[in-house]
């Protein structure tokens, strides 16, 4: 426990190549990753979470009960859940982007962590390649961007700790366009997918949540790109941008239904179109 | 600054009509609805904010210089900006709401004051005519919810303390279609894009961050919607969701131009078609 504790702190992380993975829905897709190397669990939590725990120690997982106190020494949370595990650290840097990707979230300077998971979270959802934290930005291996990511910085590669540039030479050896979401923008979002243009593929650039995006990043990008606002609000919340600008790209390139998953709502479909050929 | 910080429990500004505003953003948002009835700022943040501080004492608020201990007192963050507001409450009811509201926001049940404060900020910014926070909900009124607002709790008609059904009531009374977003709806927000039913009025229920929304919730709605989930995530948060949502409403119903405010944008079409003309 004494030696798990240490990696709440990001040099130690760093180091190790370790992580914190506190609660199921973290520990779940770190475990669908196989990244799980020890989980530390209170008896009670390794009762409600038993089937979690199978899956753990079916892998190569090793399995500590602890006490609360213990549990709660591991944990970032004022409301610990007696559940948290140490994963390995995936470790992707910008050679690991896909040849041609799609989709691409590349967050430059952001700094609040809860921001950024969400972010990671949506940019999965929407089917995104890679998510790129570039600049000064958080650390995407903390307790709370693990957290607001809900595990998906285990499910789609994160190239975290690279300068801009090297980014860009990225994108553009892989004949992926960048737009730079900014609320000044000259273009309303509205004219890039009215334009046919988000159907490309698109890497999306988005700032700091004080001072957005700097002069540069814009001035690299094909476009700078304003989600629009009517009404009084100056701007939006970073995550909420990202989520209008990142689904706006999925709709443009997936179309309405093409390899949506939700669960029910698949099984529906399938369960209509049956008796439509009926 | 004894009173006024009474004013951090929920109660009390129940009792007094009365909230905290802390920061420049959300007491500009309080001072343009002229909400504002006392200032207190440390002579650190009355220099950084000397224009607005004109502005407020321009209209009827008082303002009281404190020292950096005072300003603590009455702050909730971490890093007190040296700058709380005193605003009276606005209380909007259902009665309030717009005859023919076009897209209206309901949260059901929400529990984190970040996520509801995002929504509100997401719902002014996408030209929502009201929000409404029914059922056991988080107090709107409260510093992390007005803080994540960014001061859009003033901007739009806020109601609160309400339970669904006068709720949905209200909106059938003003012919406005009721949409319940759920991860697992039978629809997906594309077929809705796709057959232009999102140009309707429409009120969006969102439910809570963990639970979703109740069945019954789901089965007085018009259809449960759910947002394309493309790649591993289960889900996406509920603020996240919320902006996609609203968002898709936005663009059906103003198209792409129509009215969308964006400082520069604007300013830069105006001049681009003053040389189209010339």
Redesign the interface.
């Known amino acids: 426990v004494a030696a798990a504790r240490r990696l709440l702190r990001r040099s130690v992380r760093r180091d190790a190549g370790r992580l914190l993975v506190e609660g199921p829905?973290a520990l779940s897709?770190a475990l669908?990753a196989g990244r799980v190397l020890e989980v530390f669990a209170t008896p009670e939590a390794s009762q409600r979470h038993a089937a979690l725990l199978d899956l753990a120690t079916a892998g190569r997982a090793r399995l500590s009960l602890v006490d609360d106190a213990a549990a709660a020494a591991l944990s970032e949370t004022v409301t610990p859940q007696g559940l948290v595990a140490v994963a390995s650290m995936p470790t992707a840097g910008l050679v690991d982007l896909p040849a041609a990707p799609r989709l691409v979230a590349v967050l430059l300077e952001a700094r609040d962590p809860?921001n950024a998971g969400?972010i990671i979270?949506?940019?999965?959802?929407?089917?995104?390649d890679a998510v790129v934290l570039a600049g000064a930005s958080v650390d995407p291996w903390g307790g709370k961007c693990v957290r607001?990511s809900?595990g998906?910085v285990f499910?789609?590669p994160v190239v975290d700790g690279v300068c801009l540039e090297p980014v860009l030479d990225a994108l553009a050896a892989r004949r992926c366009r960048v737009l730079a979401a900014d609320?000044?923008?000259?273009?309303?979002l509205?004219?890039e997918?009215?334009a046919g243009r988000l159907a490309r593929p698109t890497a999306w650039l988005f700032g700091n949540e004080a001072r957005g995006l700097p002069a540069s990043a814009i001035g690299a990008a094909e476009a700078a790109v304003?989600?629009?606002?009517?009404?009084?609000?100056?701007?939006?919340?970073l995550?909420?941008?990202?989520?209008?600008c990142l689904?706006a790209s999925?709709?443009a390139q997936?179309?309405?239904?093409q390899?949506?998953?939700?669960?029910?709502?698949a099984a529906?479909?399938g369960a209509a179109e049956g008796r439509q050929e009926r």
Chains 1, 2 share one sequence.
């Open positions: 829905s897709a669908a809860g969400t979270r949506t940019a999965d959802a929407a089917g995104a607001a809900a998906s499910s789609l609320g000044s923008g000259e273009t309303l509205d004219d997918i009215d304003a989600v629009p606002v009517y009404g009084a609000a100056e701007s939006l919340n995550a909420a941008a990202a989520a209008v689904y999925a709709r997936r179309g309405p239904r390899s949506a998953r939700s669960a029910t709502s529906k479909a």
